[in-house]
């Protein structure tokens, strides 16, 4: 009896004969059923049958009108969602926006999102080992002068800033009055003194200057203050979690390319989810997939069943020109070639205005612009001409 | 048919506007003393007539086919657009003041020239970047390149005023030296500037010559006082026509500069408000009573505006709107429309040598008796009302082929149905038609969800398609039952709902026995026509279980193995041998084990028997399953009762005791985190302030005292009591509300803390300052069922009103969401090539979804359901 079932070697070969007509998934998961189960080669060949029949009848179909319904199903739901935003799975004390804010934050592609984070992974060097990874953390945690001082201010009676220095935070930090000076002096604020609890600056003068203007005393308080001393600009915070015997850290705040370029960061998993930051840094196909991840997330998180193909669309079209494009007036919507449309959308009357001095001209082939004119619009049934000749009535006896 | 190909936008030049101008409009009065439209007034008869049975002197036609006609007002002076105001800016900087050519270096020309061509040769525009630079470069020289004439700065002030800042100080540059400007710009100069010189002019920005709109766009309104009421519009053009008058006049008398001046500023200001009356930097004209007037810009914006509000949606005919109620006994696919309004909603029926005995009988019937008729449409396009018609015999005996009459809507008719808000698009779907007494419009109850409908007072429209394309669409592409499945997620939308979620747990649970009689009579309800099964008990008399009864609606040879609602998250599932029988296994279309609940009976439910019976039969065997099952199930639970009440809340004292441990026992905890908070005892967690480590600790002791309370509820109140079973089936509400309602109602949170404003560092004026007990700050001891104290009240109150809030606000976020997610992406289709494209052709994907599977024809996302192919293929015979 056995011998009649097919072995491995032959179901691969029968699959392989599929490749261009099955998509790689569903070969790889009808690879998976068939593997566990013993099948004769009737059979083998029978379900294969069957599969590329199936899948030939869930293809859609052309004409669908596949955007109306993404942007539907993405849009309808977003009436079930809070407006809260909570905390983040796992992390306490990490906060991050969730639920419809941050879906519209998604959609808006907003260049200044208001939880940026990151999720670095890290190699297998130091992703078991806690020590190394609290190293790892003194690196990108960035520490500002401001972070490791009890006051920065503008000192009168010195003419210029003085720093007082919290050797506590300092050692906890691991920072040194050496290494801010000298971080300093790369700043070219003007000539620096120290010791280990105070740092003076006194800003250089300019010609014809006596005494050193208030304003640009301001100016470089400001500047002491955010003086990044060590660790990634922009990394606020580094939260350090263990989950299947991995560790991980979470960051608020983000700066992917110092990530990336830091030792010690598996480069191939982590991750930040500002839209903007990853399109600058890994290019605009990862820019589309960080669309995906994110918003399918928001969607799963609040329990909402939503089609990946839907993301997709939304995603695909929010890049595909090569740079991100928001869903809206400032994007997609506002690059619209119809004027109809663009007039019906926002801003109408700036729109008629431009379209008449620029002798615009609207071809009406959307959807917008044929209800407006009171057209059958290109889409689904419409998108076709089907002409019928009917066979002549039988001439009466 | 005719078809528009495209639309080109352009400026209308003076010319055009007199071209197609019927009569210059010099009086500012509108009519006489007897009522009639004065003569070159601004009602004059030439304009098109909007009072029926009167005729329009140009066209000679009445009120319908008359579509008016434009008039022109003469400006004494020319005026500035508002509108192209800050575009007369950009333009006169970068021209010369003297030669009025761009002033662009010379050898630049042929560079921006070559650029534009380009531009207009592969999109047939002007390209806005490339003038934009033009512009940018042009304004920079303080010396013509050309005349070398010396070029002042152009100021501009909001919203029509310019001055060039010369050195003996500012000039205002009047409308004519703009005008004077501009006209001498060349045309290959102002093209490079923007200009589509085909369709317009740099100089028709600044008007000479005002067209004026026909009364058809400005009724006049008769009130009931007799009075007439001018439209917005013609009370601007009453003040432009005055004030130019005044000015002809001064102008003419040589009255002093300072005179004609202010006149001419008054002309620029009431012209503006013509077109704009919300421009920054003056005062909006006026109505006598105060408000703002709605002037030409106005009645094109925003939601009430004519775009979106005429153009994007439009109001229809043969529709009806009226409240909703919920009949059992209806088909998902059918709907209940009152017999009046089927008496008014028509069908164009095309009489033929088949019909024409039927169509007489309806025409016979006319319009007051039902299966009847009100209107004939000759071939010669004629109308005939049946109101007025006395003797319907005639017409019916005139009827021929080729008359088309528009009959009543009558049972199996097909119309759309739709319920707002629309936002997918199973929102409208097609119903058969079911005329039925009383004047609501009557639907199955497993299509609430796809409308998202209840029966609290919602209305929902009608629409009848009028077409027999657009009835063939509806009935293949629209029909409820071909709305199963949402393209959302692959999975069904439409199911059971509430009460029949509990009944088939009734019917399907261990134990549930019916005698012959009993299953008859449910089976009857559900129009079982066949024979009955084996009892499955024989002894002392035959009694048949609730599983067989469900199983002899199923389709035959249907299998599927699920987990309940009920099902406990047992470790190690038991399958089949499931304690609680939360192991649903159906098998050949017989249920074996499980019982039938949300999971396997609910609306949006993916995997359940529904969705099975959609993908493995057809959307008509689903609907066959629903129709016989949900009558089936409302006999039963009719028949059985099922209720909730006090009961189903109370607790033995011994369980009311064990809360009350509970929460004093929270209580005693909270006070020693406020003690040991106070001491500065509290370690800090790492992020978070001292407060906020604080706050969350009481949270999170408090809510475990909640759930704690709530634990001892569920495991007092079993499955006997019906608002149990309610919530373990997912027929409705969730353990939280019972708990809520048994033992403790928990804390009350406003934007996600305890409550802690109202007064100074206190809640209410009766707690102390700096009170921090889960008492003073929204904790409620109480259940609902043994009642709020008036504190407890108050928090709740507080809480619950930010729900409410919470609502609004989500609403009308979300739905600009949709509109911005809608408008982005409606032009996107599959196309024949399947690649994915906008109206303009470019392409998004290449394959729909990287896979080119349609989202509602996957199998809850997968393209294909592997499991049950290779299943089903593995049982056939070798
Ligand atoms: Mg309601
Ligand atoms: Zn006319
Ligand atoms: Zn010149
Ligand atoms: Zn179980």
Redesign the pocket.
Known sequence: MSSQFVTPEEIEKKLQKQLKTLPPLLIEDLRGELLSRKITNTQLTRIIKEVVKAYHGSLVEPGEAVGAVAAQSIGEPGTQMTLKTFHYAGVTELYVTLGLPRLIEIVDARRNPSTPTMRVYLDEEHRQNEGKVMKLVQQIEQTKVERVSQSVAIDLAEGGIVIELHPELMKDKKVTSEMIQEKLAELKVGDIEGDDERIVIIPGLREGEEVIPMAKLQKVLKKVRDALIKGLAGVKRVIVTKEKGEIFLDTEGTNLRGVLRTKGVDNTRSLSNHIHEIAETLGIEAARSIIILEAEDVLAEQGLDVDIRHIMLVADLMTNTGEIRQIGRHGISGQQSSVLSRAAFEVTVKHLIHASIRGEQDPLLGITENVIVGQQMPLGTGSIDLLMMPPKPPKEK | MKKIGRIWFGLLAPDIVRKMSVTQIVTADTYDEDGLPISSGLMDRKLGTIEPGQRCSTCGNRVGECPGHFGHIELSRPVVHVSFAKLIKKFLKSICRRCARLKLKPELIPVYKEKMDEAMEKTGQIDQDIADAVLKDAGKPSVCPFCEAEQYKVKYEKPTTFYEEKMEGSVRLTPTDIRDRLERIPESDSYLMGIDTRVSRPEWMILVVLPVPPVAVRPSITLESGVKSEDDLTHKLVDIIRINQRLRENIEAGAPQLIVEDLWELLQYHITTYFNNEVSGIPPARHRSGRALRTLAQRLKGKEGRFRSNLSGKRVDFSARTVISPDPNLSINEVGVPLEIAKILTVPERVTEWNIEDMRQLVLRGPKDHPGCNYIIRPDGKRIDLRFVKDRKTNADGLDAGHIIERHLRTGDIVLFNRQPSLHRMSIMAHEVKVMPYRTFRLSLCVCPPYNA?F???EMNLHVPQGEEARAESRILMLVQEQILSPRYGGPIIGGIQDYISSAYLLTRKGTLFTKAETCQLLASAGFREDLPKPSITKPKPMWTGKQIFSMLLPKGLNLSLKASVCRKCDVCQKEECLYDSFVLIRDGELLAGVIDKKAFGAAQPNSVLHRIVKDYSNSEARRFLDSMCPLLVTLITNSGFSMGIDDVTLAPAAVRRIEDILKEAEENGLKLIQAFRAGELRRTPGLSLEETFENLMMELLSKARDGAGAVAGQELGLDKHAVIMTATGAKGNALNLAQMAACVGQQAVRGKRISRGYRRRTLPHFKSGDLTPQARGFVESSYSKGLDPVEFFFHAMGGREGLVDTAVRTSTSGYMQRRLINALQDIKVEYDETVRNSEGQIIQFRYGEDGVDPARSDHGKAVNLAAIIERVLSQKR
């Open positions: 209840d609290d007072g919602d």
